[in-house]
């Protein structure tokens, strides 16, 4: 751009709508997986650190320090070359999905440890003089409690695990990020590709967000925890 | 561990609750220091005393909250430590001074969730019950509200009836009204003196004195981890014989 001047051409978008929207595929399958996975990860380790359950607590605490103390592009790089070294063959698509859960999980862990602390204590008392054994405790009071609590920051590291899945295209994950890239490497149409990243991101983010507010506003409707 | 005596006495005469010379520590604070206590059937027992005397932490013990240090709880004529848990509590009632409400739930659900849950009971059968037993605490038209929409009065008024879904044998009142605005103990206590009028066994921590005179059949007077004196309500609380009975109710009088 450095010539005569930058000639904006959308139609190069058209062009690449194909690849780019597979692009966009990928980054939504695997942020998709990844989110999920993290909650899931978030929820059981996030349970077993806040009742200190024997072993997997202290497997949860190692776990959550070595993910969240090193970047996580060390991480994407460490699954992609060293899982084979160890004889786990995975493909790309499923480092990729590894790869956010690990991440996301850990901050989960930390986003449900603080939640389960919170649900209040007089509630599970309650519970249990009611003749509710430990099992019912936590499906029915314990769990929906903190899940209201939790909200909040799992929307925010879902989102982070949205956006942190571009790191994905150095390990050659065909997401969006790296599709763009490419076409900048190769064809040079800088500003197009990256007004495409910037709006589907930014998109995608708004739309994460939107949902969330939507479920948080659902269930505030129906009894705050916060005062009772 | 049943004792030869309760099994030689029938069981329709033997008390609900026998308490004997239960202990109970916190670290190197004794705070029951040997309790014989009983409750019959049918009767409403007020125990009074000073904060810090082991008035909650006895109720507590009652349903097994707290394990004990020494003695036995005889509930129904069996120690309660060979009930299973949950059984023992699904018959002892407990309500508690800041109300324990499920906050996620609406009052109708907070009566149901734990027969739903333990007996499996189909939710229709629950809530028809749960509605009566609102209806019986005044709060037919709130089974939709969730507790942060409900005064405290309320929500203790819930709490009392989700206790009486279980259908237990006693209830458990742990400074039920302590916690509740000045014009609100009444609406509490109205529902407290029905359930007695209705023959509910109740043990009844409180500071109300003109309800344990009115409601209680008897009085217990709890003074540093010990039960001072006992006796019906006028005796105890107008006519106290131990000296330190004397000294609580007039520094509460004031």
């Not at chain 1, 493909?91 to 996301?104: N, Y």
């Not at chain 2, 010379?21 to 916190?26: M, N, S, T």
Request: aromatic share 8%; with cysteine; hydrophobic share 50%.
């Amino acid at each position: 751009m450095g010539e005569a001047g930058y000639v904006f051409m959308p139609q190069v978008i058209w062009l690449h709508l194909p690849q780019l929207a597979q692009g966009l595929l990928r980054t939504l399958g695997a942020s998709a997986l990844g989110i999920v996975a993290a909650a899931l990860i978030g929820l059981v380790f996030g349970a077993a650190r806040a009742y200190r359950v024997p072993v997997a607590s202290q497997v949860a605490a190692a776990y959550v320090a070595l993910f969240r103390g090193t970047p996580i592009l060390v991480q994407i790089f460490f699954l992609y070359d060293a899982l084979p070294e160890l004889g786990i063959r995975l493909d790309v698509a499923e480092v990729a999905v590894l790869a956010l859960a690990l991440w996301g999980g850990s901050y989960n862990t930390e986003n449900f440890r603080a939640a389960f602390g919170a649900v209040p204590g007089g509630a599970l008392q309650a519970a249990a003089a009611l003749g509710m054994p430990a099992h019912l405790r936590f499906a029915w009071i314990a769990l929906p409690i903190a899940f209201r609590l939790v909200l909040p920051a799992l929307g925010n590291t879902s989102i982070s695990v949205l956006k942190d899945s571009a790191y994905l295209s150095v390990i050659a994950f065909a997401e969006l990020t790296y599709v763009a890239t490419n076409i900048v490497a190769t064809e040079f149409r800088v500003f197009e590709m990256f007004a495409v990243l910037a709006v589907t991101y930014l998109g995608m983010v708004l739309l994460l967000s939107w949902g969330l507010s939507r479920i948080t506003a659902h269930l505030a409707a129906r009894g705050t925890v916060g005062d009772a | 561990m049943r004792s030869r005596a309760s099994e030689q006495i029938p069981a329709s005469l033997r008390p609900l609750v026998e308490v004997r010379g239960v202990k109970k520590r916190f670290g190197s604070n004794e705070v029951l220091k040997g309790i014989d206590m009983t409750i019959a059937g049918g009767e409403v027992v007020v125990i009074v005393g000073p904060s810090g005397s082991g008035k909650s932490t006895l109720l507590r013990c009652l349903n097994r909250l707290e394990g004990i240090d020494g003695g036995e709880i005889l509930f129904e004529g069996r120690s309660v430590s060979d009930y299973r848990e949950h059984d023992l509590r699904q018959r002892i009632g407990m309500v508690f001074q800041q109300f324990n409400l499920f906050p996620h739930l609406s009052a109708l659900d907070n009566l149901t969730i734990a027969p739903r849950k333990i007996h499996r009971t189909a939710r229709a059968v629950c809530e028809a019950r749960a509605h009566e037993l609102l209806a019986r605490v005044g709060l037919a038209a709130k089974a939709g509200s969730y507790p942060s929409q409900l005064s405290g009065g309320q929500q203790q008024r819930v709490a009392i009836a989700r206790a009486l879904m279980m259908e237990p044998r006693v209830m458990l009142f742990d400074e039920a009204t302590s916690a509740l605005d000045p014009e609100l103990i009444g609406e509490v206590l109205a529902v407290m003196r029905q359930l007695a009028d209705d023959g509910m066994t109740m043990a009844v921590v409180t500071h109300e004195m003109q309800f344990a005179r009115e409601v209680g059949n008897r009085v217990v007077f709890m003074d540093g981890g010990q039960i001072v004196e006992q006796g019906r309500p006028d005796a105890v609380l107008l006519n106290p014989v131990e000296p330190r009975t004397r000294q609580f109710l007039k520094r509460i009088s004031q």
